[in-house]
């Protein structure tokens, strides 16, 4: 039995239009398999596939041409700190799943 693929982790923050962010996420309407906890009111961690690009992920939630406001979005390599536990669990829980492709 092949090992689950690693998902990449990108965190979005300072989105000036948290709620068009929002309504983005929930679309599915992006062409890569997606998933997101928000972790503040403007700010979410995202999982995708390891090749996803973070201007994939912005042209995908609209950042990339402002239509959903402005924000920036990095990919996460390594993390630490402290928060909710739930976060953690998320976190860690999403790195390895496989993602169902979204339905267009």
Do not use: C, H
Not at 78 to 100: D, F, M, P, Q, V
């Amino acid at each position: 039995m092949a090992a689950a693929a690693t998902n990449t982790i990108f965190a979005l923050f300072a989105a000036t239009n948290p709620g068009a962010v929002q309504l983005a996420i929930n679309s599915s309407r992006y062409p890569f398999a997606m998933i997101a906890q928000k972790v503040s009111g403007d700010s979410w961690f995202l999982i995708a596939p390891s090749a996803t690009t973070t201007k994939e992920v912005s042209d995908a939630l609209g950042i990339t041409d402002g239509t959903n406001g402005s924000g920036v979005i990095v990919r996460v390599d390594t993390y630490y700190g402290r928060a909710n536990t739930a976060i953690w669990e998320w976190l860690s829980a999403k790195r390895s799943i496989e993602l169902a492709q979204p339905q267009n």
